[in-house]
């Protein structure tokens, strides 16, 4: 039998990292002597790769603009890791669901828009570095919602796109999943509403940490 793997989004899916992101935004943009974006703007982008997220912020901002504010950003969401000054919580009951999932006998990845040195810093935060099998981030390989972070993770871990699931909190997630023909759960509790994951073709919606290791198992019963 094929292993199985169970690949997370981060921001919004693991951890609610929504202040921090706003915050880093806001002051890659003021950096730059521009305005900042609305915070429900700036969510509504995460999970895409950064240029990709600035640029959808500020079209009319010329390409190399889009480079600059990102690297402020950057330099901004590290400083502000450093202080401490907006934490990003796990939500409620990732790790029991974590520990249902392995006992499931499902192999655990993730797939973020985050560095690879931001999700190491993150990961590590919670002590959680060790129960991954997998990381990719879109600083690696393309980012959301291309499927090429589903397809490294696949080759990476030995899982098959069949025995695979993507569990995110936005559009971004789903949409990868589907240009990666794997399953994907939408959960309610992150930064897009769940109709759109839903439209955006979800397999299924969970609206709390407790419910999802049955909604990813029950996906392949009888397989």
Not at 20 to 46: D, K, N, S, T, W
Not at 139 to 158: F, I, N, Q, T, W
Not at 194 to 213: I, N
Request: proline share 5%; glycine share 10%; with cysteine.
């Amino acid at each position: 039998m094929s292993l199985k793997l169970a690949l997370f989004d981060c921001d919004g899916t693991l951890v609610d990292s929504q202040h921090a992101i706003i915050a880093a935004m806001e002051a890659g943009f003021q950096a730059h002597g521009l305005p900042p974006p609305p915070a429900r703007e700036v969510r509504r982008v995460v999970g895409l790769p950064l240029v990709v997220a600035v640029a959808r912020l500020a079209p009319a901002l010329p390409g190399d603009a889009h480079e600059a504010i990102s690297e402020a950003y950057k330099s901004a969401f590290q400083r502000n890791r450093l202080a401490g000054t907006y934490p990003e919580p796990l939500f409620d009951g990732v790790v029991a669901a974590l520990d249902a999932l392995e006992a499931a006998g499902f192999l655990l990845g993730v797939a973020t828009g985050k560095s690879r040195r931001g999700l190491d810093a993150t990961l590590a935060h919670h002590g959680l570095a060790h129960r991954f099998v997998t990381l990719q981030t879109s600083d690696r390989v393309a980012g959301k919602p291309s499927p090429d972070m589903v397809h490294a993770a696949l080759a990476e871990s030995g899982a098959t796109a069949a025995r695979t699931v993507v569990i995110g909190d936005t559009s971004f997630d789903i949409l990868m999943a589907r240009n990666a023909h794997v399953r994907s759960v939408g959960v309610a509790w992150g930064y897009h509403d769940g109709a759109e994951l839903l439209a955006a073709g979800a397999d299924l919606l969970v609206h709390e940490y407790a419910a999802l290791p049955e909604a990813v198992t029950g996906l392949f019963i009888g397989e």
